[in-house]
């Protein structure tokens, strides 16, 4: 197993330890998002205090890194996404991808705002089977305006190599407590 692997593994590890500590899989109430800015919110997701997104549990992927305008999820792609020709279906790059790009910008927000996707671009360079142990998706943001946001995308091996590649367009918007 190379170096690089070895430290997602673990990293992996100890934030599926820190979920199961939490409330688990669910979504947030309005005023949860309302109490936080984007960036505080994942960093509660991460830390177990709020519920992570059933989605990773469905496809197998966690928001592992939480940054300003950065994102990064980690993803285990295996047998159950396949296609019928055998290897990882585009839907769950596309997920993964999504996934990174949206919280990318969410990283950015302030408390109040929040977001929805618009547009979805994906570029898929390479198949994906389970012989590839774990892929990132790293989300940065690139523009943060009052309406509309924009961001990149990039899913990586282990070893370097490029698997995909996206952007998107998400709505700004502002929250809503139902209070």
Request: hydrophobic share 40%; proline share 5%; aromatic share 6%.
């Amino acid at each position: 197993m190379n170096e690089q692997l070895e430290h997602w593994l673990q990293q992996e590890k100890a934030q599926k330890e820190i979920l199961r500590t939490g409330p688990g899989a669910g979504v947030i109430t309005p005023d949860q998002a309302l109490a936080m800015s984007g960036l505080q919110l994942m960093h509660a997701m991460m830390q177990g205090k709020v519920h992570y997104p059933p989605i990773g549990d469905t496809m197998d992927y966690l928001l592992i890194e939480a940054e300003h305008g950065r994102a990064v999820f980690q993803g285990t792609p295996s047998q159950v996404h396949f296609n019928p020709m055998g290897s990882v279906h585009g839907g769950w790059f596309a997920t993964i991808l999504d996934s990174a790009l949206a919280c990318a910008i969410n990283a950015s927000l302030p408390k109040g705002k929040s977001f929805t996707t618009l547009e979805l671009k994906v570029n898929m360079i390479r198949a994906l089977s389970p012989k590839v142990k774990r892929v990132r998706a790293i989300g940065q943001l690139i523009h943060l305006g009052s309406q509309t946001a924009t961001s990149e995308a990039r899913l990586m091996g282990p070893d370097g190599k490029l698997y995909a590649h996206a952007t998107s367009t998400c709505l700004i918007f502002d929250i809503r407590s139902h209070s």
